[in-house]
């Protein structure tokens, strides 16, 4: 068993400590084949990517990539943010011209769409840790952004599934599996945990055991996500980064 590619990683263009020159080395010492390269939307007011800058990074990695053929491929993401309850995001049609991986989750700091959405990611989510009967009506509100922002962009991903706000793991599973998109056991993070793996392996849903690395040395890492994987008794082969 041995880990293909790391498919979450961050650099400095957003709030990791490492250049992509830096990320990609290390996941050559790791054995690696690829990795994306995954700074947060540009919406995040404390640490998103700036928008000029997804084309400088487009030219830097086809730089490397030239440089590095055959001995890793790095790929241009990006770990959009959930920023409306209809799906939106904060990535267009020009940034998705650059891509070649995206990347999507909830994010505190995300600037909303709209003063609604704001109450609803903010205020409400809030007040879920402490009331269940909001925590489970924000839960669906939460899951159909993220259905509606797969119905509405060529979503690949979907991160720490939970980790930030509520969300229904099991509706979350078979609509991303009806959509071939792939949930993410985050090796940083403590989702999916154990029993949300067991709950989404009951649909047709894929994975990915990701390091979100935000420094060079932690490019896949991803112990602590197999871990998770073994103990919830999930299929290798339901694992798009691993390799027997």
């Known amino acids: 068993m041995k880990i293909y590619g790391d498919y979450h990683t961050h650099t400095v263009f957003s709030h990791g400590k490492g250049t992509i020159r830096e990320n990609a080395e290390a996941g050559?010492?790791?054995?690696?084949?690829?990795?994306?390269i995954t700074d947060h939307g540009f919406r995040h007011i404390s640490y998103g990517v700036k928008r000029k800058n997804i084309k400088v990074m487009r030219e830097e990695i086809n730089a490397l990539n030239r440089e590095y053929e055959g001995r890793?491929?790095?790929l241009l993401g990006i770990e959009a943010n959930v920023i409306g309850y209809d799906g939106k995001i904060d990535v267009d049609d020009e940034m998705l011209s650059y891509l070649d991986i995206m990347l999507l989750g909830?994010?505190?700091?995300?600037?909303?769409?709209?003063?609604?959405?704001?109450?609803?990611?903010y205020f409400l989510n809030?007040?879920?840790k402490i009331s269940l009967s909001i925590r489970e009506k924000m839960a669906e509100q939460n899951t159909e952004a993220l259905i509606n922002a797969m119905n509405r962009y060529p979503v690949d991903i979907i991160t720490h599934p939970g980790s930030k706000v509520p969300v229904d793991i099991k509706r979350l599973s078979r609509a991303a599996a009806e959509r071939g998109v792939s949930l993410e056991i985050n090796s940083h993070h403590s989702q999916?945990?154990?029993?949300?793996?067991?709950?989404?392996?009951?649909?047709?849903v894929t994975f990915y055991i990701n390091s979100d690395a935000h420094i060079p040395k932690d490019v896949g890492n991803i112990d602590e996500g197999i871990e998770r994987a073994l103990k919830a008794g999930l299929p290798f082969e339901r694992i798009l980064n691993i390799r027997k």
């Open 106 to 121: 909830y994010h505190f700091g995300a600037i909303p769409s709209t003063f609604s959405d704001g109450n609803k990611l």
């Open 192 to 204: 999916l945990s154990v029993e949300n793996i067991r709950i989404a392996m009951e649909e047709e």
């Open 28 to 36: 050559i010492k790791k054995g690696l084949k690829e990795i994306a």
């Open 126 to 128: 809030l007040l879920g």
């Open 72 to 74: 890793i491929r790095i």
